[in-house]
């Protein structure tokens, strides 16, 4: 579920604020003249001290005596927590206004020729003048800098063109610590639009700042190329003039809103895979209104209609191209525009900047796998922080559950580089000790995707092993699962990938249980999948093998579809094709696996709202045909709990997986309301009122069986400004409430950059299932009774008629391993 801001006048009122007043720039050239010349052309120069990249990377001089730069603002390196970079398109003669960076109206007026630098106003209705006047941009940690005329031009050449984009990406890497930085704006129009968007790239592919939160924005982008030069297809400057669809190799659109406007096709995917999507958020304001007279130059896009699925976000306007830069003189037309774009993208910036900046994305498109984590084998979850140490490189700091609700503690020097940063840590079982391990992938330049394992010796310390895999980057554009394909007990790693003729390939690697794995190389046959699809791990015929669950849009009719790939334990799948479902707006789901009926299958909830606003549970139990029974309960709960995430968790300990979804009162803090599964699709809804202050929704929800008890429990973390990390667990009980304890780890804010791994010890569902699954008795056994103050559930029957559900049972108890206290570990 999403969270949603509706910018009604009232709304962008209440964000924009009281108009700033005006402010002064000091505008800078990157070159200029030392004789006198005509206009900026002069036969002897001098480059500004400032900025020397322009030479290191061989931008020619006449374009540095034409690049106007104004840097607003600059702390020390160190003290930049945020960095904004607003950039206008390209211009011409004396220079235009622009909405973004404030510019006046021909500002290289006087500022060309032996003029180094010149001071011009900023429009206090810009971008930049609003951020400054936001209170969010503090000038003691912001660094913000405006590109009126960056001379990122269309007409250069694909060496020239990167020759500039290096020149920028020096110039304002060096201006802060990437550790430190808290939050990263770029912003551009047409042309500035593009060079924002190729430096935004940039920053997500490179391990130094692709943990940077960050927001790129685009207002009618122009490129030259495609993908954003991410592909090497280039357009020659000499074929600008021929009709678009001859020239570029990618589709166009029309604009639904004035069919005479044309915007290009670019592949989001190729700009920002799906790997380096976290805290990240695109809006791109698009019109595709010819450039001048050159009817080829167009703005791009990437779907056909307005769109919003959390990380991307576009809109269609109808304003010519000129128009999109913006003037803000009320005489103008665009008056009329600034409304509908500068404001939507004020807002953008603004509410992820104060409401959502560090916390998890709601939408959660790709529910957090839930992999146990429970390094000393006691069968009590543990928790492990990680972060990057300067001078140490990869750090561990491992919670080890004492069952109490407190934890030992034991700090552990893994070493790793930052390239680790690219594929993130996992957990599992490699090797038979019952202990779970960590996996570090990284990209080697030349060797390709290398596994280093750290196995667990069981005290919060690990010994390593590496693997040499050889997969290239396109294996890292879906999710790295991790299961147990061939139901040896050990962990496997699986990679499925989108391949640019195949279609979808699921790279498998088996694990020997030394830190080394076999390669399978799997071809599924189903085409391309698009951009919606998502991929889930399970065991959904109970074979203890893992089996992959997928849904899609469909292309053709944009209903959602699940299919189910099931594991022949060789590296190779089965496949079964679901029927379609209805229509259904595919940024309102969240789907997750779980074992709904504790039959020791892998079942699918997908939450929804309907077309009339309602919240759905669609719960799918499988059949060993890969087809489905589908029950369907629909919830009171309002859109309250869309603006925060929901998690599954068998709370009660019926070995049932719940639902809990999380709300925010003024008054009474956190509320936790939880749907108590019946075992048949319905739901028995539950209330608890936790009190938490608003800090705990700054980090990811962890669970796991941090105590003794079958019981799910969960753990929030907040951090004090003496006490450092606090943990917050809350123990489920058989009831589906909680109790609470509270425990002051002291870590510092370092390992809040880091995705903290946590999970469940008993199997759930998931897909990893060492140590074995338990006998878990019969699935038509009542549910657990809860109190009688929970509130009813509704729609008690199934809105689509299903099967009965009728599974046999495991015939066999596996006894549990003897209980292990936790070692009393010392940093």
């Not at 007026?109 to 429009?123: E, F, G």
């Not at 709960?637 to 869309?642: A, F, L, T």
Request: hydrophobic share 30%.
């Amino acid at each position: 579920m999403r969270k949603r801001y509706l910018l009604t006048s009232a709304c962008i009122s209440m964000v924009v604020g009281s108009p700033a007043l005006a402010e002064d720039m000091l505008v800078e050239r990157v070159r200029y003249c030392t004789k006198p010349g005509i206009e900026n052309v002069c036969g002897s120069t001098q480059l500004n001290s400032k900025f020397k990249e322009w030479n290191t990377h061989g931008v020619e001089t006449q374009e540095q005596l034409e690049t106007y730069i104004s840097i607003i603002n600059q702390p020390e390196r160190s003290k930049v927590k945020r960095v904004v970079f607003v950039s206008a398109g390209q211009q011409i003669n004396d220079g235009y206004p622009n909405a973004l960076t404030g510019q006046p109206d021909k500002y290289k007026k006087d500022c060309k020729n032996q003029t180094k630098n010149c001071m011009r106003p900023i429009h206090p209705m810009s971008l930049v003048g609003r951020l400054r006047a936001s209170g969010e941009f503090d000038d003691s940690e912001t660094l913000y800098i405006s590109a009126l005329d960056a001379k990122f031009g269309y007409f250069r050449s694909v060496e020239q063109k990167q020759n500039r984009e290096n020149a920028y990406w020096d110039f304002l890497t060096s201006k802060f610590d990437p550790s430190n930085v808290e939050l990263m704006v770029l912003a551009g129009q047409s042309r500035g639009g593009c060079l924002m968007y190729r430096l935004g790239s940039r920053m997500r592919k490179s391990t130094k700042h692709q943990n940077i939160p960050l927001i790129v924005q685009g207002y009618d982008p122009v490129c030259t190329t495609p993908d954003l030069n991410v592909d090497g297809l280039e357009l020659p400057a000499g074929n600008v003039r021929i009709s678009p669809t001859s020239t570029l190799p990618t589709n166009k659109v029309n604009n639904p809103l004035n069919s005479s406007f044309i915007s290009y096709i670019v592949n989001m995917d190729k700009v920002f895979p799906a790997a380096f999507r976290d805290n990240l958020k695109v809006l791109n304001i698009h019109a595709g209104g010819k450039v001048g007279s050159q009817n080829v130059i167009r703005s791009f896009t990437w779907y056909n209609k307005d769109t919003d699925i959390g990380w991307w976000k576009q809109k269609w306007v109808n304003y010519e191209h000129n128009d999109m830069g913006g003037y803000l003189t009320s005489a103008s037309a665009t008056a009329h525009a600034r409304p509908a774009i500068g404001d939507v993208g004020y807002a953008h910036i603004y509410n992820y900047s104060k409401y959502e900046l560090g916390r998890p994305d709601p939408t959660n498109f790709r529910a957090k796998p839930r992999y146990p984590v429970d390094v000393n084998g006691d069968r009590k979850s543990d928790i492990i922080l990680a972060y990057r140490d300067r001078n140490k490189g990869l750090t561990f700091h491992t919670k080890i559950s004492n069952g109490d609700g407190t934890f030992s503690h034991k700090k552990h020097v893994a070493g790793d580089g930052v390239g680790t940063h690219d594929w993130g840590l996992h957990s599992g079982y490699f090797n038979k000790d019952s202990k779970t391990d960590i996996l570090a992938p990284y990209q080697h330049k030349t060797q390709g995707l290398i596994l280093r394992t750290k196995m667990s010796n069981g005290d919060g310390t690990y010994s390593e092993k590496s693997h040499i895999a050889g997969d290239g980057v396109s294996a890292n554009d879906l999710p790295m699962l991790i299961g147990d394909i061939d139901g040896d007990g050990l962990s496997d790693v699986i990679m499925p990938y989108q391949h640019p003729t195949d279609g979808l390939r699921i790279r498998t690697k088996t694990s020997n249980g030394d830190g080394s794995f076999n390669n399978h190389d799997f071809k599924a046959g189903d085409g391309n999948l698009g951009k919606t699809l998502r991929v889930h791990a399970g065991d959904v015929n109970g074979d203890k093998k893992t089996d992959l669950i997928y849904l899609y849009q469909r292309g053709s009719d944009e209903k959602m579809e699940v299919r189910t790939r099931t594991s022949n334990g060789d590296g190779t799948f089965g496949y079964s094709k679901t029927l379609p479902l209805h229509y259904t707006p595919w940024t309102n789901i969240q789907s997750f696996v779980a074992d709904v009926n504790r039959d020791g299958k892998s079942d699918l909830i997908v939450l929804e709202r309907g077309n009339k606003g309602q919240l759905e549970a669609h719960t799918f139990f499988f059949k060993p045909d890969g087809n489905y029974d589908r029950v369907i309960e629909k919830f009171s709960d309002g859109p309250e709990v869309d603006a925060m995430e929901t998690i599954v968790a068998d709370v009660n300990g019926d070995r049932r997986t719940d639902i809990v979804m999380r709300v925010r009162d003024k008054t009474k803090g956190l509320i936790l309301r939880v749907k108590l599964s019946q075992g048949n699709g319905h739901y028995t809804s539950s209330e608890y009122s936790a009190g938490d202050g608003a800090s705990v929704d700054n980090l990811h929800i962890l669970s796991g069986h941090y105590d003794s008890g079958r019981h799910t429990d969960l753990a929030l973390r907040y951090r004090h400004s003496q006490k450092g990390l606090i943990f917050r667990t809350k123990h489920g009980t058989s009831q589906g409430s909680f109790t609470e304890k509270e425990f002051a780890s002291g870590d510092g804010s370092a390992v809040d950059k880091m995705e903290a791994l946590s999970g469940p010890v008993f199997w759930d569902g998931g897909a990893t299932f060492n140590p074995p699954r338990e006998s878990i008795g019969s699935s038509t056994a009542p549910a657990v009774n809860v109190n009688t103050t929970v509130k009813p559930g509704i729609g008690l029957k199934p809105v689509e008629s299903s099967k009965p559900i009728a599974r046999p049972l495991p015939s066999t108890k596996k006894a549990l391993p003897s209980s292990i206290k936790p070692k009393k570990v010392n940093e």
